[in-house]
């Protein structure tokens, strides 16, 4: 097996599971527009949790099977998406580009929210908002990691 065809195939995977949570964000939140049910509201914020914790473990792979580390701290989430859009020079291009990782940095930020805040408190507007972009934020994602998928198989030639 080529070295890199693990990473590959996990981002891979990582990928399609991120396809079915923008999917099921989206339905959830046609749901809760339609029915005004809190529940399926709840449902949305946790599937945006989830959309983003997946991008970061395509990351935190990338990072720790190229970059040599993954950073630590309190702000190491943060920093892991900073290191995700610059170049290491002689190991790795950027991984995502700037508007990726701003895009990423909206959901991040929700992330903390979720696991801080009680579910009654969240703003139906934000996740509205956020639910709205997934697709767009997603898409922006996937065309950048299959640039950097195609950098690995470069790699492997």
Not at 63 to 73: H, K, L
Not at 109 to 133: G, K, M, P
């Amino acid at each position: 097996m080529k070295p890199n065809a693990a990473v590959i195939g996990r981002i891979q995977q990582e990928q399609e599971d991120l396809k079915r949570l923008v999917l099921r964000v989206e339905l959830l939140m046609k749901k809760a527009r339609a029915t005004g049910d809190d529940g399926y509201l709840d449902a949305v914020a946790l599937n945006l949790h989830g959309f983003y914790t997946g991008s970061e473990r395509i990351f935190e792979d990338i990072s720790r099977n190229f970059d040599g580390q993954v950073p630590a701290g309190p702000d190491w989430h943060k920093q892991l998406l900073l290191q995700m859009s610059a170049e290491i020079p002689d190991v790795r291009p950027p991984v995502i580009r700037r508007e990726t990782r701003n895009c990423l940095e909206a959901y991040r930020a929700f992330r903390h929210i979720v696991r801080n805040v009680y579910t009654f408190n969240f703003q139906f507007s934000r996740i509205a908002e956020l639910a709205d972009e997934v697709r767009s934020c997603y898409e922006s994602m996937i065309s950048d990691l299959e640039a950097f998928g195609q950098f690995l198989k470069s790699l492997g030639q």
